[in-house]
Protein backbone atom coordinates (compact mmCIF):
# COMPACT_ATOMS: atom_id res chain seq x y z
CA UNK A 1 0.00 0.00 0.00
CA UNK A 2 2.87 2.40 0.38
CA UNK A 3 4.14 1.46 -2.44
CA UNK A 4 1.16 2.81 -4.32
CA UNK A 5 1.29 6.02 -1.71
CA UNK A 6 4.90 6.74 -2.93
CA UNK A 7 3.86 6.42 -6.76
CA UNK A 8 0.98 8.61 -6.78
CA UNK A 9 2.27 11.24 -4.46
CA UNK A 10 5.62 11.20 -6.92
CA UNK A 11 2.78 11.37 -9.89
CA UNK A 12 1.55 14.63 -7.80
CA UNK A 13 5.02 16.41 -7.69
CA UNK A 14 5.24 15.34 -11.52
CA UNK A 15 2.41 17.19 -12.21
CA UNK A 16 3.13 20.26 -9.87
CA UNK A 17 6.55 20.94 -11.13
CA UNK A 18 5.36 20.21 -14.84
CA UNK A 19 2.44 23.76 -13.71
CA UNK A 20 5.53 25.69 -12.57
CA UNK A 21 8.26 24.54 -15.07
CA UNK A 22 8.12 26.28 -18.24
CA UNK A 23 10.73 23.43 -19.90
CA UNK A 24 8.55 20.64 -18.82
CA UNK A 25 5.31 19.30 -19.81
CA UNK A 26 2.94 16.13 -18.76
CA UNK A 27 -0.41 16.20 -21.14
CA UNK A 28 -2.21 13.98 -18.02
CA UNK A 29 -2.40 12.74 -14.62
CA UNK A 30 -2.15 9.21 -16.36
CA UNK A 31 1.29 10.58 -17.84
CA UNK A 32 2.24 11.70 -14.43
CA UNK A 33 2.05 8.52 -12.76
CA UNK A 34 3.81 6.74 -15.85
CA UNK A 35 6.54 8.99 -15.55
CA UNK A 36 6.69 8.85 -11.67
CA UNK A 37 6.49 4.23 -12.36
CA UNK A 38 9.27 4.91 -15.08
CA UNK A 39 11.60 7.32 -13.36
CA UNK A 40 11.54 4.80 -10.33
CA UNK A 41 12.46 1.82 -12.33
CA UNK A 42 15.38 3.83 -13.89
CA UNK A 43 16.81 5.15 -10.79
CA UNK A 44 16.60 1.45 -9.35
CA UNK A 45 18.22 -0.07 -13.04
CA UNK A 46 20.36 2.40 -14.79
CA UNK A 47 21.27 4.79 -12.37
CA UNK A 48 23.48 2.23 -10.51
CA UNK A 49 25.25 1.61 -13.46
CA UNK A 50 26.03 4.98 -14.60
CA UNK A 51 27.02 6.04 -10.68
CA UNK A 52 29.79 2.84 -10.79
CA UNK A 53 30.49 3.72 -14.53
CA UNK A 54 31.23 7.33 -14.17
CA UNK A 55 32.40 6.96 -10.40
CA UNK A 56 35.91 8.81 -11.25
CA UNK A 57 34.10 11.91 -12.74
CA UNK A 58 32.00 11.56 -9.20
CA UNK A 59 34.98 11.28 -6.67
CA UNK A 60 36.62 14.43 -8.62
CA UNK A 61 33.84 16.36 -9.01
CA UNK A 62 33.22 15.27 -4.59
CA UNK A 63 30.02 13.90 -5.92
CA UNK A 64 28.60 17.06 -8.18
CA UNK A 65 27.89 14.91 -10.79
CA UNK A 66 25.66 12.52 -9.05
CA UNK A 67 23.34 16.12 -10.49
CA UNK A 68 23.72 15.69 -14.03
CA UNK A 69 22.93 11.55 -13.82
CA UNK A 70 20.16 12.53 -11.95
CA UNK A 71 19.26 15.23 -15.16
CA UNK A 72 20.31 12.38 -17.33
CA UNK A 73 17.67 9.82 -15.85
CA UNK A 74 14.98 12.45 -16.13
CA UNK A 75 15.88 12.81 -20.09
CA UNK A 76 15.64 9.11 -20.65
CA UNK A 77 12.34 9.31 -18.80
CA UNK A 78 11.31 11.90 -21.48
CA UNK A 79 12.72 9.91 -24.40
CA UNK A 80 10.67 6.32 -23.13
CA UNK A 81 7.17 8.07 -21.62
CA UNK A 82 4.82 9.54 -24.42
CA UNK A 83 3.26 13.00 -22.95
CA UNK A 84 5.93 13.66 -21.00
CA UNK A 85 8.78 16.18 -22.16
CA UNK A 86 11.75 18.46 -20.54
CA UNK A 87 13.37 20.73 -23.15
CA UNK A 88 16.69 20.99 -22.35
CA UNK A 89 19.54 19.35 -19.90
CA UNK A 90 19.13 22.56 -17.46
CA UNK A 91 15.15 22.13 -17.09
CA UNK A 92 15.99 18.68 -16.55
CA UNK A 93 18.41 19.11 -13.54
CA UNK A 94 15.71 21.75 -11.86
CA UNK A 95 13.10 19.47 -12.60
CA UNK A 96 15.19 16.49 -10.71
CA UNK A 97 16.46 19.00 -7.56
CA UNK A 98 12.91 20.29 -7.13
CA UNK A 99 11.59 16.61 -7.56
CA UNK A 100 13.53 15.21 -5.30
CA UNK A 101 12.86 18.07 -2.73
CA UNK A 102 9.17 17.28 -2.74
CA UNK A 103 9.35 13.98 -2.96
CA UNK A 104 11.27 14.16 0.54
CA UNK A 105 8.77 16.42 1.83
CA UNK A 106 5.85 13.85 0.72
CA UNK A 107 7.26 11.17 1.94
CA UNK A 108 7.82 12.79 5.08
CA UNK A 109 4.37 12.03 5.59
CA UNK A 110 4.42 8.81 4.94
CA UNK A 111 6.92 7.36 7.91
CA UNK A 112 5.85 5.34 10.62
CA UNK A 113 5.56 7.71 13.79
CA UNK A 114 5.90 4.08 15.78
CA UNK A 115 9.78 3.75 14.27
CA UNK A 116 11.17 7.21 14.85
CA UNK A 117 10.59 6.91 18.43
Avoid at 61 to 70: A, K, Q, Y
Amino acid sequence: MKLILRVLLSALAVVLLAKLLGGVQVDSYVTAIIVAVVLSLLNFIVKPILVILTLPVTILTLGLFLLVINAIIILLADQLVGGFSVDNIWWALLFSLLLSFLQSIFFSVLKDPEKSR
